[in-house]
């Protein structure tokens, strides 16, 4: 995990300066050991700094899904959690906002910057899941769509003229709005969720829940919780990723505090002489980033502070390489589409890979 | 006021409410109230709130996955309610697993075909011979429950309000009310006051009150009527607010929601309307237009077994009940009805004229025993 403290793991750092994997050294090296009584100071450790330049300059990229019931508040939560308008929110009462007939894909992108980083953001929006009186099967536009980015990561890489950088447009992260019901998942939350946690990072959160007093809160969390767990749905961050015990340890505190329950807003209000965003009723003001109301604070401390580069690379090593490496047996070990011609690639693992349905 | 102490110059019968009423308070009064709408919008808590009661204890919530393959259930549960001497026999219709499938395609048949079946029952204890204590089973109201966290009435929506709005009273509700901020209830009451005047479903009409009503009250009847669809928050519990008395409501972090305060949630007005004003005049418009249209359509289609469709939504207003165009029935049944009642008149004929057989022959065996 990085942490912003000087690591040895340079893969992961490395992996976000150069996305397509390296060429092994023609000479293995030496096993270097460190040597406490180094008579001067060498400097390596500026390799994090040099890094760090080098990502400010470069910048870097992260697509986010949102799926979901209309009115859940998708939008709403996104704009507050990247603190922009990277969202268009379709629930101006004014507007005639029909609800599509079938599932539609809707990625617009922007670019933000914050201390000199620059991101730049794709949201990926999901209208009309969820929303008909018959929604069999209405994952699949979005299934399609997360596979199809893969397949266009697949086809640059086996090019034989690579871009330097291939443009990643692959779903680090999809946000699953469960509807704050109380009772327990809905049989729509179940199928979606069964049919993608295997393809792509699901982060559920339970939306507008300042419905909901504390004990329920917790009892709807503990429900959800034992139904994903019955169901073998593992949602991000899972547990067979957790790479050492310090992983472990974190992971389990988040993994017990999940689904979060969020509330967003994008109005201020005036609480105790700070303006803080919120949703003032008659009976008290929310307010979002306040931990004692909801988990909003929680929830972007995870996804932006502490996992962004996580989902980044557990998309990149699994998801995709699982997709990769289907796409290689299907084809029977070649690599699909052109530029095979004096390409040696290693043969494929026969290992069964999990599929995606 | 005793009547025979009154003054001879009046007749006497303005004392006729009152007998009604002390009929009325002796019979008890029955009232079917049904609730729909898709699970976790709060509907038993706020049954439970509106009559004070515990309807739900033994309800078990079955998880996603055994919802995933069930089908729409109807289950009634009735509790006696009394208040000031008078009797209430309260029948709350569910319709678990309303709205929780994956497909939801004709999920409100069942429902439809409920409502329909009272009717028919009715008519059949009505057409009947003895008819001293027919129970009346139909359903005089549907508090449908919409979602606050949409965007007004969804596809589902429309479709179940379209399919029972001629067959009962619906008076539209938004469930947990206090997820809305006072602007966004305001928009959300507006925009589903919109979408059902566009897709034409009627909703109960309150009555106007009368003209004779001082301006306040006039005043306070036309803010209710504004604030329909009632966004209403129910609660059980009481939480002690610091104040001279307990309230019932909601414990927030940031605030405690009143279910009794009206600047919090309708749930008074509903209260008010529901049952303290138009219990009454809800039965009787279930039985003078709703059930009436039913009995027209049915034995129309009886006398003209042809009849073709008419209009495929009949507008049902408070004068034209007689005016309706009349759908066709499906045949099978009222066929079957005719043919029961004709068999029954026929056995009710035998036994008279058996029992008139019997009494000419014990009449002759008693002129002759006297003649003896």
Redesign the interface.
Known sequence: MSKGLPETRTDAAMSELVPEPRPKPAVPMKPIGINPNLLGYIGIDTIIEQMRKKTMKTGFDFNIMVVGQSGLGKSTLVNTLFKSQVSRKASSWNREEKIPKTVEIKAIGHVIEEGGVKMKLTVIDTPGFGDQINNENCWEPIEKYINEQYEKFLKEEVNIARKKRIPDTRVHCCLYFISPTGHSLRPLDLEFMKHLSKVVNIIPVIAKADTMTLEEKSEFKQRVRKELEVNGIEFYPQKEFDEDLEDKTENDKIRESMPFAVVGSDKEYQVNGKRVLGRKTPWGIIEVENLNHCEFALLRDFVIRTHLQDLKEVTHNIHYETYRAKRLNDNGGLPPGEGLLGTVLPPVPATPCPTAE | TAIGAMDKEYVGFAALPNQLHRKSVKKGFDFTLMVAGE???GKSTLINSLFLTNLYEDRQ?????A??TQTLTIERRGVEIEEGGIKVKLTVVDTPGFG??????DCWLPVVRFIEEQFEQYLRDESGLNRKNIQDSRVHCCLYFI?????GL???DV?FLRAVHEKVNIIPVIG?A??L??KETQ??K??IREQLKEEEINIYQFPECDSDEDEDFKRQDAEMKESIPFAVVGSCEVVRDGGPRPVRG?????????VE?P??CDFLNLRRMLVQTHLQDLKEVTHDLLYEGYRARCLQSLARPGARDRASRSKLSRQSATEIPLPMLPLADTEKLIREKDEELRRMQEMLEKMQAQMQLSQAQGEQSDAL
Not at chain 2, 61 to 65: G, H, L, N, R
Not at chain 2, 147 to 151: A, L, V
Not at chain 2, 250 to 258: A, D, I, K, M, P
């Open positions: 699970s976790g919008l919530i079955p998880e996603a996955s919802r995933l929780d499938s994956v497909d939801c395609s979602s606050p966290f949409g965007r969804r596809p589902l479709a947990k206090d997820a901020m006072p928009a959300l507006q925009k909601r414990h927030y972090s940031w605030g405690t929601v009143e305060n600047h919090h």
